[in-house]
Structures are given as structure tokens and as C-alpha cells.
């Protein structure tokens, strides 16, 4: 079966300082891979390296078997960034309609209300200017669209940030009914209790390198932790020279 994601020997470098080092890494079709480390350890340049907005310095990345660099793998990704900022002028469904749009995603209003719902956002909201939306409503519209987009990998990058408990726990049920239906995640978080509930495995990035990748009960094993968060302390602490 072909991988949806391989990470052959990355390298990346921005002048003198070395960001990325050797880092190699398999994501099977259906998995839910969470990316994790602290503010400035490389998951978001990880990640614009995976869709080709960085280039890399040495290695390869391929998408279903395909090189990043074709442009044609990315039909198969939606995209959430970190700080996902739409554009002023474009209201909330203006935004859905023109992202669907860009997807080859026809608009099905039925299911736009429907996520509305499980993201506990009122669909009478979609009229507005995204401008007037706060920024967990805001992050809201990123996430629906990302999930009507109906693609095979979703790439997030902190995608619950900004938003309030009850949109967190709708956020994990829609990734619990996607991951029913075959599809792959890969999402960067520093948000522990969150990959304990969502992840299938997760690396652990830190220093340049990934110091773990594998399950939860891996890393809590590997550890003799009682928790992720004491899991993550003890293999970032044992990496420090």
C-alpha cells in the first residue's frame, strides 16, 4: 500500500541555524499522526516543507507516493495553518463556498449546517464578514472548511487553538467520524490531552531531531511514565545535552 506521507532524511537550514536534522518518518494511509513540540522547535516549518512553501536543503517528501514537489499531490490535502487569518473582505460562507471551490468540492448545504452543528457554530453566522467573527468562531470556519473539503490527508497545524471546550469536544468527534471513513491526519500540537485522545502515534520533536515516534502507550512504556505530559517531559529532558 502506498504511504500517504514519507519523510525521507530532511534537512533544512535558515542561514547558519539548523532547524531540521535527518528527520525520516512513515504516516500509513488512515492513521492520525500528531507532530509535537514546543514554541520554535520546527513543526510549522516541517509542515510548509511537506506542501512545498519552503525548500528543502537535503531529503525528500512524498505524498502518496508522489514528490512534493509535483503539484499534483497536493489535490489530495487540505490545509489548516496556525494562524489561519481569511481574507477581510470575504464573509464566513464566502470563504466556505470560494475554499470548496478551489477543492473541486461542490457546496452540499445539508452538510455545511451539519458541521455548523458539530462545531456548535451558528449557521446564521455565515453571513457576516469573517471580521466580525471572534477568533475561535474564525477558527471554526478553517476547520469546516478543511473538513467539507472531502480530501485523504488533512494537515492542521494547531488546529484547536483559539477555541473553547465544547468546540474542542466537537472538533474530536468529527476526527473520530473521519478517521471512520479512511481519512489521514497529520496535525501539529502541543496540546497533550488532546493527541492522547485524537493520535494513533505521535513524534516528539525537539532540538532539530525527532526524539520519539510511536504510540501513546509506547512512549509511556518506553518512559515508565503515568501520563503523556511526564512521558514528553522525561524524552525531551533525556535529549538535552
Request: charged fraction near 25%.
Given at each position: 500500500?502506498?504511504?500517504?506521507i514519507?519523510?525521507?532524511?530532511?534537512?533544512?537550514s535558515?542561514?547558519?541555524q539548523q532547524?531540521?536534522?535527518g528527520?525520516?518518518?512513515?504516516?500509513?494511509?488512515?492513521?492520525?499522526?500528531?507532530?509535537?513540540?514546543?514554541?520554535?522547535?520546527?513543526?510549522?516549518?516541517?509542515?510548509?516543507?511537506?506542501?512545498?512553501?519552503?525548500?528543502?536543503?537535503?531529503?525528500?517528501i512524498?505524498?502518496?507516493?508522489?514528490?512534493?514537489?509535483?503539484?499534483?499531490?497536493?489535490k489530495?490535502?487540505?490545509?489548516?495553518?496556525?494562524?489561519?487569518?481569511?481574507p477581510?473582505?470575504?464573509?464566513?460562507?464566502?470563504?466556505?463556498r470560494?475554499?470548496?471551490q478551489?477543492?473541486?468540492t461542490?457546496?452540499?448545504a445539508?452538510?455545511?449546517?451539519?458541521?455548523?452543528?458539530e462545531?456548535?457554530?451558528?449557521?446564521?453566522?455565515?453571513?457576516?464578514?469573517v471580521?466580525?467573527?471572534?477568533?475561535?468562531m474564525?477558527q471554526?470556519?478553517?476547520?469546516?472548511?478543511v473538513f467539507?473539503s472531502?480530501?485523504?490527508?488533512?494537515?492542521?497545524?494547531?488546529?484547536l487553538s483559539?477555541?473553547?471546550?465544547?468546540?474542542?469536544?466537537?472538533?474530536?468527534?468529527?476526527?473520530?467520524?473521519?478517521?471512520?471513513?479512511?481519512?489521514?491526519?497529520?496535525?501539529?500540537?502541543?496540546?497533550?490531552?488532546?493527541v492522547?485522545?485524537?493520535c494513533?502515534r505521535?513524534a516528539?520533536?525537539?532540538?532539530?531531531?525527532f526524539r520519539?515516534?510511536?504510540?501513546?502507550?509506547?512512549?509511556?512504556?518506553?518512559?515508565?511514565?503515568?501520563?503523556?505530559?511526564?512521558?514528553y517531559l522525561?524524552?525531551?529532558g533525556e535529549s538535552?545535552d
Amino acid at each position: 500500500m502506498t504511504r500517504a506521507i514519507e519523510l525521507q532524511e530532511i534537512h533544512k537550514s535558515f542561514g547558519r541555524q539548523q532547524v531540521l536534522e535527518g528527520l525520516s518518518l512513515r504516516v500509513e494511509p488512515g492513521e492520525y499522526l500528531a507532530l509535537v513540540g514546543g514554541n520554535g522547535a520546527g513543526k510549522s516549518t516541517l509542515i510548509r516543507l511537506m506542501l512545498d512553501f519552503l525548500k528543502l536543503d537535503r531529503g525528500g517528501i512524498r505524498l502518496f507516493g508522489r514528490s512534493s514537489l509535483e503539484p499534483v499531490c497536493r489535490k489530495q490535502v487540505a490545509f489548516l495553518p496556525e494562524r489561519f487569518t481569511p481574507p477581510a473582505w470575504i464573509s464566513a460562507e464566502g470563504y466556505l463556498r470560494a475554499f470548496l471551490q478551489f477543492h473541486g468540492t461542490p457546496w452540499k448545504a445539508k452538510r455545511v449546517e451539519a458541521i455548523c452543528e458539530e462545531l456548535y457554530f451558528d449557521a446564521a453566522q455565515l453571513s457576516k464578514p469573517v471580521t466580525a467573527l471572534s477568533k475561535g468562531m474564525t477558527q471554526k470556519i478553517g476547520l469546516m472548511a478543511v473538513f467539507l473539503s472531502d480530501k485523504p490527508l488533512l494537515i492542521l497545524d494547531e488546529p484547536l487553538s483559539g477555541l473553547d471546550p465544547l468546540a474542542r469536544i466537537g472538533v474530536k468527534r468529527v476526527l473520530h467520524r473521519l478517521r471512520e471513513q479512511g481519512t489521514t491526519l497529520f496535525y501539529s500540537s502541543h496540546l497533550l490531552d488532546d493527541v492522547e485522545a485524537v493520535c494513533d502515534r505521535l513524534a516528539i520533536l525537539h532540538q532539530r531531531r525527532f526524539r520519539f515516534v510511536g504510540t501513546v502507550s509506547a512512549c509511556l512504556e518506553e518512559t515508565h511514565a503515568h501520563n503523556l505530559e511526564e512521558a514528553y517531559l522525561r524524552i525531551i529532558g533525556e535529549s538535552d545535552d
